[in-house]
C-alpha cells in the first residue's frame, strides 16, 4: 500500500473569485429556467480533460492532454454516433433550435460531436452528419483507445450491443451534453432531454 | 446579494458537498462475468474504494471502513429512498474466481457492496485517469502499490467527497456524515429550495 498524506477534495474551502458573483448569477438563473436542473460546477473543475477537444474544426482526438484555447467560443461536446436512431439526433436537433434563438450570440457557441463508433463514423462521416443539424458543428474521432480515454474522463460510458444477423448494432451510451466556457473548463452538464429554450437560457448565460 | 452572501456564510443555514467532478464512465465485470456501467449507478449514492484483490492485512482497515458505513448509512440515514450501494474496484485485474473470494473475505454481500475489475488497460483508464487514483502492479516487494481512499459519487455521477490517506486511518464518521448531507440535498433540494441549496454551493465553506 502506497500511502501519501494528501487532503481530502471535500475539504476544500470556498475562496472568492472574480467570476463568482457572474457565475452564481448563471446557476441561479439555470436552476430558474430549467425543468430538469443541469449540474453546474462552479470552479470549471475539469479543464484539464478537455485538451483532447477543439472547437475549431473537425478534429482528430490524440488524448486528453493539457486545456486548449477554443477560440472564445462556449464548446458543447457530445458523445454520440451516425446511426443513433433517437437520443443522438433529437439532442443535436435541440441544441440546433437553440442556436436559433441565440442570434449572432450562436456564433460564439459550437459543438462537437465525439463519435463512439469509430468503426463505422469516420471523421469525414460524422462531419457531414452534425452539420446536417448545423453548419456550426464539427466532429471529432480517433483510434478507439482514445476515445474511450476522453469519454471516461467526461463521465461517459459507451458499448456497443450484440451484432444482430445482419451485423447491425447500436451502441448504449450516456446521453448527457456538457457545456465548456470559452476558458476550456467543464462548467455544466444536461441531462437528455434538455429543452432547447432552457438551453438557449443557460448558454446565454454562459456567454454573458 | 454581498448582506445575503455574508449571512449565508455566517449562519450557514444548509451544508453542501462540493461538485469535485465528474465521475468517470466505465463498464467493468462482477464477480459472476456481468457487465457493471457507470450508468447502472445513475440514481444512486455510491461509495468507490480500491485495492488489490490479494490485499489481505493492509486492506483490513479498507474493508473495514465500508462494511461500517454500509451499516451505519443503513442505520442512521434516510436517503429518501435513493439507493446507497458501496464498489471496491479491484485493481489487479483478477479472475471472476479470484474476484468472488476477494469479495467474500471483504465481507461484501454482492449486490448493495459488490467488487468489480477490468483489464488493465480499462483500470488505467477508470482508476487512475477517472479517479485519479494512483496503483501500479509491479513494486519492489512484489506485492501492487496503491493510494488507499474511498471516492463518494451522486446520483448524477458527480463527485462529491474525495477521502485519501488519512481518512482510511481514522474512521468512517466523516464519510457517514457526508452521506448525511448528501440525503438532506435529495431530501430538501427541490423547487424554491433548490434555489438556496445552489447559493450553497456558492457562497459556504465546505464541511
Known amino acids: ?208 | 446579494m454581498i448582506v445575503a452572501a455574508l449571512a449565508f456564510a455566517v449562519v450557514q443555514p444548509i451544508k453542501v458537498l462540493p461538485r469535485v467532478r465528474l465521475a468517470p464512465g466505465f463498464a467493468l465485470t462482477d464477480s459472476q462475468g456481468a457487465t457493471v456501467t457507470s450508468e447502472d449507478a445513475r440514481g444512486a449514492v455510491t461509495l468507490y474504494t480500491f485495492a488489490p484483490s490479494t490485499c489481505t492485512t493492509d486492506c483490513e482497515a479498507i474493508n473495514a471502513t465500508m462494511a461500517e458505513v454500509q451499516r451505519r448509512v443503513a442505520a442512521e440515514v434516510d436517503l429518501e429512498g435513493i439507493p446507497f450501494q458501496l464498489i471496491t474496484i479491484a485493481i489487479d485485474s483478477p479472475t471472476s474466481g479470484e474476484l468472488a473470494a476477494a469479495q467474500q473475505r471483504s465481507g461484501a454481500d454482492g449486490t448493495r457492496w459488490q467488487w468489480l475489475t477490468a483489464d488493465q488497460i480499462t483500470l488505467k483508464s477508470v482508476v487512475g485517469s477517472g479517479f485519479g487514483r494512483f496503483f501500479s502492479l509491479a513494486s519492489t516487494s512484489g506485492a501492487p502499490s496503491f493510494d488507499p481512499g474511498f471516492v463518494l459519487v451522486d446520483g448524477w455521477g458527480v463527485v462529491r467527497g474525495d477521502y485519501r490517506y488519512q481518512t482510511i486511518a481514522t474512521d468512517a464518521d466523516k464519510i457517514v456524515s457526508h452521506v448525511g448531507i448528501l440525503a438532506d440535498e435529495v431530501r430538501y433540494g427541490h423547487g424554491a429550495a433548490s434555489v438556496a441549496y445552489e447559493a450553497a454551493h456558492l457562497f459556504l465553506c465546505y464541511p
Not at chain 1, 14 to 43: D, G, H
Not at chain 1, 100 to 124: F, H, N, Q
Not at chain 1, 168 to 194: C, F, K
Request: proline share 4%; net charge negative; aromatic share 8%.
Open chain 1, 1 to 208: 500500500m502506497k500511502r501519501r498524506n494528501t487532503t481530502d477534495e471535500t475539504d476544500r474551502c470556498w475562496r472568492p473569485a472574480s467570476s463568482v458573483s457572474r457565475w452564481s448569477a448563471f446557476c441561479l438563473v439555470a436552476l430558474r429556467s430549467t425543468s430538469s436542473a443541469p449540474t453546474c460546477f462552479r470552479n470549471g473543475v475539469s479543464g484539464r480533460h478537455t485538451g483532447a477537444i477543439h472547437g475549431g474544426s473537425d478534429t482528430r482526438l490524440r488524448g486528453a492532454g493539457r486545456s486548449e484555447p477554443f477560440d472564445d467560443k462556449v464548446v458543447l461536446v457530445y458523445f454520440g454516433y451516425t446511426n443513433c436512431p433517437d437520443v443522438c439526433p433529437t439532442t443535436l436537433s435541440d441544441v440546433a433550435k437553440a442556436l436559433a434563438t441565440l442570434g449572432s450570440d450562436a456564433d460564439r457557441v459550437t459543438l462537437v460531436m465525439v463519435t463512439i463508433d469509430p468503426e463505422r463514423d469516420d471523421l469525414d462521416t460524422t462531419g457531414q452528419y452534425v452539420r446536417f443539424f448545423d453548419e456550426r458543428f464539427h466532429a471529432a474521432s480517433g483510434p478507439i483507445a482514445d476515445i474511450t480515454d476522453v469519454a471516461t474522463r467526461y463521465g461517459v460510458y459507451f458499448k456497443a450491443s450484440e451484432a444482430d444477423a445482419s451485423g447491425a448494432y447500436d451502441m448504449e451510451h450516456t446521453g448527457s451534453l456538457l457545456g465548456i466556457d470559452t476558458d476550456g473548463n467543464l462548467r455544466i452538464v444536461w441531462a437528455p432531454g434538455v429543452d432547447p429554450d432552457a438551453l438557449a437560457g443557460d448558454l446565454s448565460e454562459l456567454l454573458s
